[in-house]
């Protein structure tokens, strides 16, 4: 199977500056171009989709990631049922339990019950079924189209419900074998549960990118991307059998105002050397980094480890603003890493 590669940071200055930013990554072969949804940070996910979606032909677009504590079922099938439309048949949905955006609402996550109600409620809606609602009548979208919707999960739980009701899972667990497996085996025992055939849920990965070319940024943010996985998905740590031997993430957090994660902090550099206690084994499996080559080598070593995986999203980190995301585009195509699309 192809690996396509998608992105999912743009130049977010203003719509016409994000349509030309995707118009340049769909001609140097970026397969997807993905929106987070943040209505604090960014302008309207489903606008800037659409504007990129009449500026291109082949590029697919989505989400990445909706949440139901931001979007009801209904509102989301809706949205991108249009931007389907507008496209000819390039978007796809994607779910999850909720991730800054929430923080910063001062909202909690989803809970995996509600996530899998929300997945299970747009894939009917989109497929033009009825839907009880508890309404005097049943709900349907009149604009249905057969968008496919995925989850971006992390935990095992999380990644059970969605083999048991999504088209696709993304994994966002790192790079270590372990995890891996552990993930697609939870994604395949939940599609089983609901007698679906394990084979038809494909499989995506995101994995972190560090494109330092100094060792000692590399390893303080290989660091800090591993931090955050421990800090919300333990189990990463634990399948692979990794230790952690210092303070809790929370406290950690208190002590050096860091906000509003691991994952996210101001300074990557900074946040890595505060779980300087990490070792090389466990900064090494949560993230891509080196040189472009050296991307486009792990990222062919990942493919081979998933062959069921179709889709690769190397997330950079520190992450590009503006006209550097072209930058990120071209360097990524000139290491290699676009040939596997």
């Known amino acids: ?61 989505g989400p990445l990631l909706e949440t139901p504590m931001l979007r009801p079922a209904a509102v989301a099938a809706g949205s991108i049922a249009t931007l389907d439309e507008v496209s000819g048949g390039r978007a796809m949905l994607t779910w999850g339990i909720g991730d800054t955006a929430v923080r910063w609402l001062g909202m909690r996550p989803a809970r995996v019950a509600e996530l899998e109600k929300a997945v299970r409620d747009s894939r009917a809606l989109l497929r033009g079924d009825a839907l009880e609602v508890g309404a005097a009548r049943p709900a349907r979208l009149r604009h249905a ?57 494909d499989i995506g990965l995101i994995v972190h990118t560090c494109r330092s070319q100094d060792p000692a940024e590399i390893r303080a943010i290989s660091r800090a991307m591993a931090a955050g ?26 002590r050096h105002d860091l906000w509003p994660d691991f994952h996210h902090a101001g300074d990557l550099v900074a946040a890595g050397h505060l779980v300087d206690f990490l070792d090389d084994s466990v900064a090494r499996s949560f993230a891509f980094f080196g040189s472009a080559t050296d991307v486009a080598e792990q990222i062919g070593e990942l493919a081979d480890q998933v062959p069921e995986a179709s889709i690769v999203v190397p997330h950079p980190v520190p992450q590009p603003a503006g006209e550097e995301v072209a930058g990120y585009v071209d360097w990524l195509a000139g290491g290699g890493a676009l040939d596997r699309g």
Request: net charge neutral; no cysteine.
């Open 1 to 61: 199977m192809q690996l396509a590669v998608g992105l999912n940071r743009w130049d977010w200055a203003t719509p016409d500056r994000f349509a030309r930013s995707v118009a340049h990554a769909e001609a140097a072969g970026i397969g997807h171009a993905f929106v987070p949804v943040n209505p604090l940070f960014l302008r309207d996910p489903y606008v800037l989709m659409t504007t990129g979606a009449l500026a291109t032909g082949t590029i697919r677009f």
């Open 145 to 201: 189209r057969p968008v496919p919707v995925w989850v971006a999960a992390s935990g095992p739980r999380t990644l059970r419900a969605a083999g048991r009701s999504a088209d696709g899972v993304f994994l966002r667990v790192g790079t270590h074998p372990v995890n891996l497996r552990a993930s697609i085996d939870a994604v395949r025992a939940g599609a089983a549960e609901a007698g679906r055939d394990p084979g038809e849920v």
């Open 229 to 254: 996985f421990y800090e919300y998905a333990p189990a990463m740590f634990e399948q692979p059998g990794f230790e952690w031997n210092g303070p809790s993430p929370d406290e950690i957090k208190e």
